[in-house]
């Protein structure tokens, strides 16, 4: 057999065997990743508690240390900021990685285990219940379905443990980051990252880079790697409408007392039609794409079966041809209502006044401002007076509709062009890794506060979300699937090793 002979059936062989010793990589690095990820789970990280944030960036600090990273708090006017740095070589491109260190709160009564900060590793029983397992388990070996329940394993501490055993797998392999390196995580995400914004513009120098990667989110529902080129931003309404100055006896003032109950139904239908589009006039002004990006909108693998099983409803809004291009609009949706008393606390009155509570899901073409003001003009085209205090007697006496408008603060979108450089090398890392093309969205529903943040740096952003779409964040029994963490150090290793150009 000639030498190139040889070579030709050998080369395939080895091919191989690099790549099955890859994925043992990351399998044999699942167990350290989890149990670091149950240390972290245990400080607790509300970000009301000053205290316990930094117990949480003291732990961090010394995990990145220990990777070779060199570690700042950032002070700013409300939590330090965590900034992690390590330069590989100065002639190379910069990559700064966003995640957040802090959590919602957590009411216990509601969780399935006695302490969400205390990491509890479940298997689901043959009943399809979720049943814990001890934790000297792991020692025989680990299935990929277990999940580990705590506040924050999946948002956002689970990927952050994702990151820093990706780096232990490169340190085992003697491989260095193909750029370098910077990681900024946030202690307030979780409360609005007020004062981010700020503290961007004062330590704009160190955070300087080519392009920023967030975190956070869970991956596309079918599971597959995601990348997400924006986010929807938020602005909030409340409004309230008044009948009578105190509730009246429904038997003497029933048909006479005008209901605010009704008078709301009323203004609020007149601003949605029976499909669930806006009437606002202008709402949906400049909502726009081209041809190219409705193809990825619709390759995106949503089965619309599947979410309206989820979701347990018969049909969606008509708002866009499928939900990708439902995610293109501004919102307006009701959070919620209040007015008077309901189930044993009901009472026979007419009520004196209720109250809506409105958010407002952005797009880039939306201006906060703007729809606001369209918001407030449609209800006064409703015939109704606007106040911004409880009504005087006066107004009482004077106008029939009467509604109290407060607007609140905007987090502003974002969205990266999909057909950008950064884009294209995280496509490139990602089918290097899984031997197939992420799922591309092009903008996510939810908001990350983060826009500012974007602005103030002036570089392109990409969500690389990691976390199983049902891990409960933000509610009790929060999770994170063992073959996702698994995943996330094969995703932060593609990145790692890839050269951004």
Excluded at 70 to 89: H, S, W
Excluded at 343 to 354: E, F, L, N, Y
Excluded at 435 to 446: H, L, Q, Y
Aim: with cysteine; net charge neutral; aromatic share 8%.
């Amino acid at each position: 057999m000639s030498y190139s002979r040889f070579l030709l059936i050998l080369l395939p062989i080895l091919l191989n065997s690099c790549l099955v010793a890859q994925k043992s990589a990351f399998d044999k690095q699942t167990k350290p990743a989890l149990l670091e990820l149950k240390e972290l789970v245990s400080i607790p990280n509300n970000g009301l508690s000053s205290a316990d944030i930094q117990k949480n960036i003291d732990w961090l600090s010394t995990a990145f240390e220990k990777r070779g990273f060199q570690t700042k708090p950032l002070i700013n006017k409300g939590n330090p900021l965590l900034f992690a740095e390590k330069v590989v070589n100065t002639n190379l491109p910069t990559v700064l990685f966003y995640m957040h260190l802090d959590g919602q709160p957590v009411d216990p009564n509601k969780w399935a285990q006695d302490n969400p900060y205390e990491a509890v590793l479940k298997a689901k029983s043959e009943g399809g219940d979720w049943e814990s397992i001890p934790w000297e388990s792991v020692d025989k070996g680990i299935a990929p379905n277990w999940r580990i329940f705590g506040r924050s394993a999946a948002d956002d501490k689970g990927p952050i443990i994702g990151f820093l055993n990706s780096m232990d797998i490169l340190k085992q392999e003697g491989i260095s980051p193909a750029f370098n390196v910077k990681i900024i995580l946030d202690s307030e995400e979780e409360m609005g990252s007020k004062y981010l914004a700020e503290a961007v513009a004062e330590y704009e120098s160190i955070l300087k880079a080519d392009v920023l990667i967030i975190n956070d989110g869970p991956v596309h529902i079918s599971g597959e790697p995601t990348l997400i080129f924006g986010c929807r931003g938020i602005t909030t309404v409340n409004l309230t409408v008044f009948g009578a100055s105190k509730p009246q006896h429904s038997g003497h003032y029933g048909n006479y007392a005008p209901n605010p109950n009704f008078m709301m139904a009323h203004l609020l239908a007149s601003m949605k039609d029976e499909k669930g589009r806006v009437l606002v006039k202008g709402y949906y002004d400049n909502i726009a794409w081209n041809k190219a990006a409705a193809m990825t909108m619709a390759a995106v693998p949503d089965k619309k079966e599947d979410i309206l099983n989820l979701l347990q409803i018969a049909e969606p809004e008509k708002v866009g041809a499928n939900y990708q291009e439902s995610l293109q609009f501004p919102s307006l949706n009701v959070r919620g209502m209040s007015s008077a008393w309901v189930g044993s606390q009901a009472r026979t009155i007419v009520p004196d006044k209720t109250t809506a509570a409105i958010d407002i899901r952005l797009v880039p073409e939306s201006d906060p401002k703007k729809l606001v003001e369209l918001l407030k003009n449609h209800i006064t085209e409703q015939g109704y007076h606007i106040v911004t205090n409880e009504p005087t007697v006066e107004e009482r006496l004077k106008y029939p509709k009467i509604c109290y408008f407060y607007a609140g603060g905007a987090t502003l979108p974002f969205r990266t062009d999909m057909d950008a450089p950064a884009g294209n090398w995280l496509v490139k890392a990602l089918t290097k890794q899984y031997k197939k093309a992420p799922v591309k969205v092009r903008i996510m529903g939810g908001t990350v506060p983060i826009s500012a943040f974007i602005n103030q740096l002036k570089i392109p952003a990409i969500i690389v979300p990691m976390v199983n779409a049902d891990n409960n964040q933000h509610s009790p029994n929060e999770n994170f699937r063992i073959d996702y963490l698994t995943n996330s150090m094969r995703t932060f290793y593609g990145i790692l090793t890839t050269k951004y150009e």
